[in-house]
């Protein structure tokens, strides 16, 4: 099992920057899909998800109407593209992936890739 994280790095005030996960060793599309970030010094926040089907994805009120989610179950892979990005949004971005078994939450991470918005 395995989420790989890239396209993370150094993008100025207002510009974007589009995050791919992709996935491996497990039934990808029975899976919910979502990203979380973690600055520095702070817990891990949520920030979006997607379900199996991509349909009605979700959102951080502090991300809506700026941040995109996606997935593409043929390539096994979901996306996050950042537009209008802040200082703010700096952070290590991570994707997860989860599915109910019973009454149990299955679920993993990537190892996360790094977000700085800087000027």
């Known amino acids: 099992v395995q989420l790989v994280e890239s396209g993370g790095g150094l993008v100025q005030p207002g510009g974007s920057l589009r995050l791919s996960c992709a996935a491996s060793?497990?039934?990808?599309?029975?899976?919910?899909m979502s990203w979380h970030r973690q600055a520095s010094g702070k817990e891990r926040e949520w920030v979006a998800a997607i379900p199996t089907t991509g349909g009605s994805p979700k959102y951080a009120d502090s991300v809506k109407g700026r941040f995109t989610i996606s997935r593409d179950n043929g390539k096994n892979t979901v996306y996050l593209q950042m537009n209008s990005l802040k200082p703010e949004d700096s952070a290590v971005y991570f994707c997860n992936a989860a599915i109910w078994k019973g009454a149990e939450l299955d679920n993993f991470w990537g190892q996360g890739t790094q977000v700085t918005v800087s000027s």
């Open positions: 060793g497990f039934s990808f599309s029975s899976y919910v």
